[in-house]
């Protein structure tokens, strides 16, 4: 990663930041299940909650379960998932993804949270969270050094990072979600009980299948290639079933309440960063 990058990343955060201190006064604080320092509202009770947290008097009076959610200072730990699978070697959609990642672990750090970034693929790699620069500076060595290899399988990863991380965190998932719909769906319900970011990074052959002719493609995950002609139909099919895939992720990204966001490789990347902070609760006040 290039030095002019950490430089305009400084100065980027210190615009978040500053963005905190003016919308909310105090310290951070977070919406937490349980018996916080005061009571701030209700929501529908969603699997995995601990149902004695549900409010039956409420419940009673409309016979749907709610529980009530309240105002508490706590720290905040962040799990950056980045796929490291080979199919995010092409294009620079890696380095793209590590970028973000890197971002994402510069604003945990400036705000002395714990983070962790781990690297998946058919298999987990979890990372150990820790707080400051030294762990920064290690995570975006270790990124630098990794080349991407290897399958993907989002639903297993999920699975094991359910496994091992027993408390609420914000979890960052970063892939290009080049899997089968109903795994990456699966993926995204099986990690709605944290606060989710889910960030697809494509390449922008990908997103408008910049090509024509006869072309020999390569899964850089199997090794297996396809020779086929690019018409204009089998331009306007791929189109179609790409929006189809997008569009289920994005809608099920919504009805859990996370965050989605598309981004080619080719948008800088302080615009991404800027439409995140923009739309999504990055630190949950």
Known sequence: MDTEFFKELERFTLFVKKRVSTAYSGGRKSLRLGHGISPVGYREYRKGDDFK???????????????????????????????????????????????????????????????????????????????????????????????????????????????????????????????????????????????LIVIQVLASEEVVLGFGGDVKFVDLETGLPLVTRVTEGERSDYLRRMKEHNDSIRAACSQVGADYFLFRTDQPIFEAFSEMLTRAVIWKT
């Open 53 to 195: 947290l549900v409010d039956w008097k409420v419940y009673g009076r409309t016979e749907k379960l709610y529980i009530r959610e309240h105002e508490e200072e706590r720290s905040l730990v962040v799990h950056i998932l980045l796929d490291g699978s080979a199919s995010m070697g092409y294009s620079g959609k890696f380095a793209y993804a590590g970028r973000l990642a890197a971002g994402f672990a510069y604003l945990a750090t400036m705000e002395n949270e714990k983070y962790a970034v781990s690297l998946f693929c058919n298999k987990f790699y979890p990372g150990e969270p820790k707080r400051g620069r030294r762990n920064l500076f290690s995570s975006i060595e270790e990124l630098d050094k990794t080349m991407p290899r290897g399958g993907t399988s989002l639903k297993n990863v999920a699975d094991q990072f359910e496994s091992q991380v027993k408390t609420t965190s914000l979890v960052v998932v970063l892939s290009d979600l080049l899997e089968e719909t109903q795994e990456v769906l699966s993926s995204i319900f099986r990690l709605s009980g944290h606060e």
